[in-house]
């Protein structure tokens, strides 16, 4: 089976701009999650969906959304991007959220 | 939510030695997962333990779990280079809850 993949994997931006990462999941998973990691505040939860539900929610302002599609591969979408915004963006699939966690190797966003 | 909080948040120690990281957690879990990050590179599942078991092995890891201290411990035997990385707990309860990780131990193996 394939593994998760992302795209795309470096990405440079300019505050104020947005961006749209993409996630696909291991061909049966239906949980998608998405965390944002830096140096300072490791790796931290944004969203989960669930059969294109978002099921669960972190704490990031608005300019954060995303949503999965029906052959379960998601996105994510930041608008007005921020400096602070630079950071590795993991995508994980499981078959549900309580079990084995599969990430992807990333997207690097640089905002400049 | 659940959450996974890591200890130490470093570690150094030479090559061959034994090394154990340990992790908290808040509330009653389902299961607890066990995750590596080599530089900045996704994570890598290691294992899994459920709440009704107490030990588990894979390998040179083995975890235990206590759920009365809601804590669990995870022991790399024999340590080798390439088990420099990042470690991170992830405590899981109901699906409706979110997983939550922690900020990760940093292991560095002296040769």
């Known amino acids: 089976k394939a593994g998760v993949t992302q795209t795309p994997r470096y990405l440079i931006k300019t505050r104020g701009q947005q961006v749209t990462l993409s996630c696909s999941p291991i061909?049966?998973?239906?949980?998608v999650s998405w965390y944002q990691q830096t140096p300072g505040q490791g790796l931290q939860f944004l969203f989960e969906?669930?059969?294109?539900?978002?099921?669960n929610k972190g704490n990031f302002p608005g300019r954060f959304s995303g949503r999965q599609f029906s052959n379960s591969r998601s996105e994510m979408n930041v608008s007005t991007l921020e400096l602070g915004d630079s950071a590795l963006y993991l995508c994980a699939s499981s078959l549900e959220n309580t079990d084995t966690q599969y990430f992807g190797p990333g997207t690097r966003l640089t905002v400049l | 939510s659940q959450q996974g909080e890591e200890d130490p948040q470093a570690l150094s120690i030479q090559e061959g030695e034994n090394a154990t990281m340990n992790c908290s957690y808040k509330t009653s879990i389902n299961n607890l997962q066990w995750y590596r990050q080599n530089s900045g590179r996704g994570l890598v599942h290691l294992i899994l333990i459920r709440s009704n078991e107490r030990e588990k092995h894979s390998g040179r890891l083995r975890v235990t779990l206590d759920t009365s201290k809601k804590s669990s411990s995870l022991l790399i035997t024999a340590s080798r280079a390439a088990d420099t990385a990042s470690y991170f707990c992830?405590?899981?309860?109901?699906?409706?809850?979110?997983?939550?990780f922690g900020k990760g131990t940093r292991l560095h193996i002296l040769p």
């Open positions: 969906y669930f059969s294109e539900t978002q099921r």
């Open positions: 061909s049966g998973h239906r949980s």
């Open positions: 992830a405590a899981s309860g109901n699906r409706d809850d979110k997983i939550i």
